[in-house]
């Protein structure tokens, strides 16, 4: 790892992003309209806004960072890009980092968004510290970049890319809690979930929606979910091919 190679892979990818203003509002926008749709959605059912509102503040801006990044990855395989700056001195971890970078910034300015609308004009009841739960959405936005990332490689199309979200994104969806409390699950689920990321990002907004101390709990789940960036991001790096075949 160079890092004077990795800044300028995020200030490459970030002029990019600046550029494109359509892949920006996906980025910063949907979450917020998505956000606000389901406050209206139960605006006679504040109460039920209050028990999913602070897991979704972290699923939605995962979900639309994992398409994104998915398909811009594989998007500088399939236009030649990624072959070129690989046969430079820049390595795939350059590269890999130089994205997480360059999205971190862009996962920053989500979650404040998203965490302001949300806290602020949605009304969202969260008992816990502000602070921490912008933390969980900018680890949940990380989280959805990084595996983003990693499936990117596996993908020889953009439509390919796009197909990895029903099959990586919604079992965790399904398993995560948010629907069925994960102790009510039958055993073998409960253990599948258990290793599935996006348990941890659901629990610790689940703890913070429910209990206003700093629980060790929450920061477990910090942890998972910044071991499991930092793994999706080595993985990334380990299979990433320079272009499609």
Not at 159 to 171: D, K, R, S
Not at 206 to 222: F, I, K, N, Y
């Amino acid at each position: 790892m160079n890092l004077r190679r990795t800044l300028a892979t995020a200030r490459r990818v970030l002029a990019q992003l600046r550029h494109d203003p359509r892949t920006l509002a996906m980025l910063l926008v949907v979450p917020c309209l998505l956000l606000t749709l389901l406050r209206y959605m139960f605006d006679g059912q504040p109460q039920v806004f209050d028990q999913v509102g602070g897991a979704l503040l972290g699923i939605f801006p995962l979900l639309v960072m994992f398409l994104v990044t998915s398909v811009a990855m594989l998007r500088e395989r399939t236009s030649g890009t990624l072959e070129r700056l690989l046969t430079m001195p820049l390595g795939k971890l350059d590269l890999l980092l130089g994205y997480a970078i360059a999205f971190g910034v862009v996962a920053l300015v989500q979650a404040a968004l998203a965490s302001a609308l949300t806290l602020g004009l949605l009304g969202l009841d969260i008992q816990g510290p502000t602070w921490l739960v912008f933390a969980v959405a900018v680890g949940d936005g990380l989280l959805g970049m990084a595996l983003g990332l990693l499936v990117s490689a596996f993908a020889e199309t953009e439509f390919q890319a796009v197909q990895f979200l029903p099959a990586v994104i919604l079992p965790q969806l399904l398993l995560c809690g948010l629907f069925v409390p994960r102790e009510a699950m039958a055993p073998v689920l409960r253990w599948i979930s258990d290793v599935l990321p996006l348990s941890y990002a659901v629990d610790a907004m689940d703890h913070l929606t429910t209990s206003p101390e700093v629980t060790g709990a929450v920061v477990r789940d910090l942890a998972v979910i910044g071991g499991c960036v930092l793994l999706a991001l080595t993985l990334g790096a380990a299979t990433l091919r320079r272009r499609t075949a």
